[in-house]
């Protein structure tokens, strides 16, 4: 592995343990040449997950983006950051275990709202919102009136 801060060739693993549930394996390497220590992540290849767009497109699964839009959604609301990532890692477990490699964004943004529906009503409404493009005030009470016969 190549030391990222002087770029010598040959550096030292000098501790390794497993990560993520066994799932990543996380090494700290020594570069002998400058002396610096870093850590670097070991995960199994996987064939990439696409993404149906509402317009057929395909493009890769991003991680981040479903995180933005969850974070964006629990914005001033005391939704901590670890249950917002547990949200995403819950959708990744899930997309896992199915053996098509391609996913439309409405699945996604379904698991996502039924996440949040349970973890915080307002987030939940301002994820819904945006992900339903509500184009008027009688689409939003809509969903309100779904929310609360869910009660």
Known sequence: MRCPFCKFE???VIDSRPSNEGEV?????H????GRRFTTYEK????PLLVIKKDQRREPYDRNKVLQGIMKACEKRSVPLEKQQSIVEELEKSLEDREEREIRTSEIGQFVMDKLSQTDQ?????????YREFKDLNHFMQELKVLLGKK
Not at 25 to 29: E, G, L, M, V
Not at 31 to 34: G, L, P, R, S, T
Not at 44 to 47: K, L, M
Not at 122 to 130: E, H, K, L, T
């Open 122 to 130: 307002v987030a939940y409404v301002r994820f819904a919102s945006v």
């Open 25 to 29: 394996i996380r090494r700290r390497r």
């Open 10 to 12: 040959d550096t030292k």
């Open 44 to 47: 199994v290849e996987e064939i």
């Open 31 to 34: 570069c002998d040449k400058c």
